[in-house]
């Protein structure tokens, strides 16, 4: 059988929160743990009445992932990535990949960076509105970025800590030799970033980061980027074509920056929250709603196509989850048909009626 990464893998899912604390940091981390399951959790995790919900960025009601809820785990030990959210976002904003990745095999954990999650950032809106104090200006919206960052990749590295070691007893066993991070917008500058910092990393999977040229009247993320790696990283990029939060130029600046080997897969089409579940209602949700801050002053409601002009949502994530589990197969598992799909990504997409160009 050739090799195919779109389709579903052969594993059911189970999925498991946690509540870990970072004794070091005194800081406290709820964890989503997405994993193989046992064989006789299979088909429970595709049938809606016994797959678990969970809430995504700015929905009015839960959704259901393609996972069974403290499912029993199936032995290891598997390879580990881990995942982080965009600003003001959520574990659980992409589990079309995550959900994805844990069928063929891996086990995959996303912890919510606090502080920085959506519920945590519109709390920290309201506060201020009803202080009268009015949104922060850059130079303070520099400082609190500023703040979560320096705490966003001790996130992941925790949260890798945690499966790592076998603390977490209802999660099945990690391979210590294989592990990758990916994470969206902010939390794809925090892969960039934890890679380099992190010697367990082996691959990197950043969709759409920040960190490189913006329309932003700051730029909060990019004098803090450091890629200035040691080592060798095979990174795939994945990124947007139309990119109205993160522009395009500013993923060929990051990757030029990046030490080989690299490769970037451009989607064509596709906006900045195509990386995430429920893209289309949170798209329009954006371009509806008056913005604050800097979002209101780079007029991005203004610069966003209607949903309905771009990419539909199920082929980016069809595009998304298959080459992230390529790669992640190439560079950890050693697998040569994911090797030889990543050398013609456009065509392999093109196949499946996505289109996109790349970079190496």
């Not at 502080?115 to 519109?122: E, F, P, R, Y």
């Not at 960190?211 to 730029?219: R, W, Y």
């Not at 929250?273 to 954006?286: K, P, S, V, Y």
């Not at 992640?328 to 996505?354: C, F, M, P, Q, S």
Request: charged share 20%; hydrophobic share 45%; with cysteine.
């Amino acid at each position: 059988m050739s090799y195919d990464p779109f389709c579903r893998g052969v594993h059911p899912v189970g999925v498991v929160t946690f509540q870990s604390k970072d004794e070091a940091r005194a800081r406290e981390l709820p964890l989503e743990i997405w994993y193989p399951a046992v064989e006789a959790e299979r088909g429970r995790d595709l049938d809606p009445r016994s797959q678990a919900t969970y809430r995504p960025l700015l929905a009015t009601a839960p959704l259901c992932q393609a996972a069974v809820r403290d499912a029993e785990a199936a032995p290891g030990p598997h390879p580990v990535v881990a995942f982080s959210h965009g600003f003001a976002g959520h574990r659980c904003q992409s589990t079309f990949l995550c959900t994805h990745l844990a069928s063929h095999g891996f086990l995959v954990v996303a912890p919510d960076h606090v502080g920085n999650t959506t519920m945590d950032v519109i709390a920290q809106a309201l506060e201020m509105f009803q202080s009268g104090a009015g949104m922060p200006g850059p130079a303070e919206m520099m400082e609190r970025i500023h703040d979560i960052a320096e705490l966003r990749p001790g996130d992941v590295q925790h949260a890798l800590d945690q499966v790592l070691s076998g603390a977490i007893e209802t999660v099945p066993a990690a391979d210590a030799s294989r592990v990758a991070v990916s994470g969206h917008s902010f939390g794809g500058w925090t892969t960039l970033m934890t890679a380099g910092r992190d010697p367990r990393v082996r691959a990197a999977v950043p969709l759409a980061p920040a960190g490189g040229q913006t329309d932003l009247p700051v730029d909060p993320f990019a004098e803090r980027m450091d890629l200035a790696w040691e080592r060798e990283i095979p990174t795939l990029y994945l990124v947007a074509e139309r990119d109205s939060l993160l522009p395009l130029r500013g993923m060929h600046e990051l990757f030029e920056r990046t030490r080989a080997p690299r490769r970037m897969v451009i989607l064509t089409d596709t906006d900045h929250q195509h990386f995430c579940d429920n893209a289309e209602q949170i798209h329009e949700l954006m371009r509806a709603l008056p913005l604050p801050g800097l979002a209101a002053e780079m007029d991005l409601a203004g610069r966003m196509l209607p949903f309905s002009e771009l990419a539909p949502a199920a082929g980016a994530e069809q595009a998304i989850r298959g080459l992230a589990l390529a790669h992640l197969d190439a560079v950890l598992n050693g697998h040569e048909g994911a090797r030889t799909l990543l050398d013609d990504a456009v065509g392999a997409l093109a196949e499946r009626g996505t289109r996109a160009s790349t970079r190496a």
